[in-house]
């Protein structure tokens, strides 16, 4: 190794030692990626592509901290490439001329393909992503990109066209607390030389509020670790002993289930939960989202939108996001909401949920808030019918009583050959060949003639199809 690449060495060393806990944590291998199991387990293809080495042009697309750099850097690790870093938030088009005329350099002397791989793609403009294009076409480079935004809105198409896309999802709770102990323990990355032991209850707290990224925890738990005082004495001191009576009162938080720390002889750093909830800035919301306050409160969510209340409607949505709730399990409950209690007194707010519902899971936390604020005060503030769910269930318990009564002859197909012999769909008469686009003709099996499932009471906009109904059928419904 000559000098000047020693020095290299050293600077990169020295890099990677004073980085912050969740630099130092990355995966290096593919083994080693916690989450993200739909793309890049064993077997999958992503998987499969980083282990022969055969990646070609693709774009990350996922909240903050869920693994795009992270994956982008396994790439770099694995692949015989030259690869190449740019950030779009800092880089321009001098930045892009200069990778791609590295890259055409080392293909030309070397034969060696690079992989250019750019942060943030999205924040690049139209003619800033229309540069790349021709030396992605051509295989000078290797396009990774990585961004927060939906990229069939954010990139290029003809860059679209040209990659594969993966869709990163926020980790789960789960994940989240493998890498906290992960990095409690680890004496060679991780934060072990510190001796620290976290109570469980303190690991579970950080996993939650952060919300499925990574980077967020890490960095908390880091914080936790730096600017708590250690134990006056060793851990084994203060620990239970093996009668199971406490050696100290020192031993606060007993009977607690702890991780860490790598030696019990020495004194250790003691996370608690109050480290936990100063380091990341949070209280601990009394809401177990399997227990019963979590479904006490999504309860009271949706009798209060119901109940025609949008402040109690928006203050327990608040709550649920306080939490660290699911955005789209609140999106999903109000979806049933608009279809089960405003139903047809306004038909419109199914269709509000339902969008709300897919702009959520495509926008994510923070912007969630608002979509999902509007959505939970349009079904709160709009008129109520239950009327449409009535109308199924009478419905299915007369199907569940009477079984599979015969369809009138003339609704029947008559589409088929021999269809016209056996009857079917003779004497159908089509509606709109008639006034009012409406004929009176049996559409109920013939045993349940006269028998009403959809009943509007008037509410809203079933006021409007009581009229309607009035008006061509001549009669109140």
Partial sequence: MDQINLFEYMS????????????????????????????????????????????????????????KTTIAKVIAGATRSRFISINATTAGKKDMEDAVNEAKSILAMNSQKTILFIDEIH?????QQDFLLPFVEDGTVTLIGATTENPYFEVNGALISRSMIFELKPLSMDNIITLLKTAVTDEERGMAAYNPYIDEEAVRFIADVAGGDARHALNALELAILTTEPDSKPYSMISEASDGSMNSADAEGAGKTVIGPADPLRPGIHI??????????????????TGDNHYDTISAFIKSMRGSDPDAAVYYLARMLDAGEEVSFIARRIVICAAEDVGMADPNALVVASAAFDAVIKVGMPEARIILSEAAIYVATAPKSNSAICAVDDALEEVRNSGSLPIPPHLQ????????????GIGYQYAHDFPNHYVKQQYLPYELDGREFFRPDGQGYENKIKEHFKKIKGKEN
């Fill in 12 to 67: 990169e060393q020295n890099r990677e030692s004073e980085s912050p806990l969740a630099a130092r944590m990355r995966p290096r291998t593919p083994d080693e990626i916690v989450g993200q199991e739909e793309i890049i387990a064993p077997g999958k293809l992503l998987y499969r592509a980083i282990m022969a080495d055969k990646i070609s042009s693709l774009i990350l697309y996922g909240p903050p901290g869920t693994g």
């Fill in 123 to 127: 924040r690049f403009n139209k003619g």
């Fill in 272 to 289: 608690r939960l109050e480290e936990a909830q100063e380091c990341i800035q949070r209280k601990a919301v009394r809401y177990d989202k």
């Fill in 413 to 424: 197909d008559a589409h088929y050959k021999g269809a016209a012999k056996l009857g079917h």
